[in-house]
């Protein structure tokens, strides 16, 4: 997905230009993605579109950009998440990514967001999070309110690479991340592990389709018994 900007996300404060691999493989299958403060939309543009995608920020200029060279798969919405989200009528088979400006608090540098977020905003939005029905990710530095607001969820930390350097960031899901997922092009974490896991893959496959009809079928019938949840999400991407 073409960027709608001049310059790359990593200009952007708090762009996921570094990040966006491991946000990616957190993802378990979805139908509708919603980001909710676009901005450049790292993640956005690499991640493989769901059937409905729409990008929320609240910055006019932004929108602006995004719409002077929309992707046809996503859908722009200008306005503040708390009001658009809700409005969205989010369900189970939505995947909702949040990365809201960091707690000014937690900054290295003292970089301005154009529309700022401060503690009382950010709990209201986790708040919002907490109450839809859908599958949500939620991207940050590990914080106190974070670590009491979602104290339920799932925090998964990676380290990602910064204008001011290498920082520690977290991902908290309210889902349990395992390896049924929408995209699996970045697994494996590091470079020489998405190239390992890309080439196994790619074996595992090639040995499947040439294999003759009987060979094929038997190898679908020990599948579809010791691992049906697997081949049941195959046959829903194929069918969808």
């Known amino acids: 997905m073409r960027s709608p900007f001049k310059h790359d996300v990593e200009h952007f404060a708090g762009g996921k230009g570094h990040s966006f691999r491991q946000l990616i493989s957190l993802m378990p299958p979805h139908e509708r993605y919603i980001e909710t403060h676009l901005g450049g939309g790292a993640v956005m543009r690499r991640k493989l579109p769901a059937r409905e995608n729409v990008g929320i920020d609240v910055d006019a200029r932004v929108i602006a950009r995004w719409r002077s060279r929309r992707p046809a798969t996503v859908a722009i919405v200008e306005g503040c998440v708390l009001d658009v989200l809700p409005r969205l009528n989010p369900s189970p088979h939505d995947l909702i990514y949040a990365d809201p400006p960091y707690l000014p608090a937690l900054r ?102 040439r294999a003759d009809d009987t060979e094929l079928n038997a190898a679908l019938a020990v599948l579809a018994e010791t691992r049906p949840s697997a081949v049941l999400a195959a046959a829903e991407r194929v069918h969808s």
């Open 108 to 209: 290295r540098t003292a970089r301005l967001y154009r529309h700022d977020y401060n503690e009382e905003d950010h709990r209201k939005l986790l708040h919002l999070l907490l109450s839809l029905d859908a599958m949500v990710i939620v991207s940050g530095y590990r914080c106190e309110l974070y670590d009491d607001l979602l104290a339920n969820w799932i925090r998964t930390d990676y380290v990602a690479s910064t204008h001011s350097g290498m920082v520690t960031e977290s991902a908290w899901t309210n889902f349990t991340p395992g390896s049924l997922l929408h995209d699996y092009r970045f697994v494996g974490g590091t470079f020489r592990g998405r190239e390992r896991f890309r080439r196994r893959s790619s074996a595992l496959a090639e040995r499947l389709r």
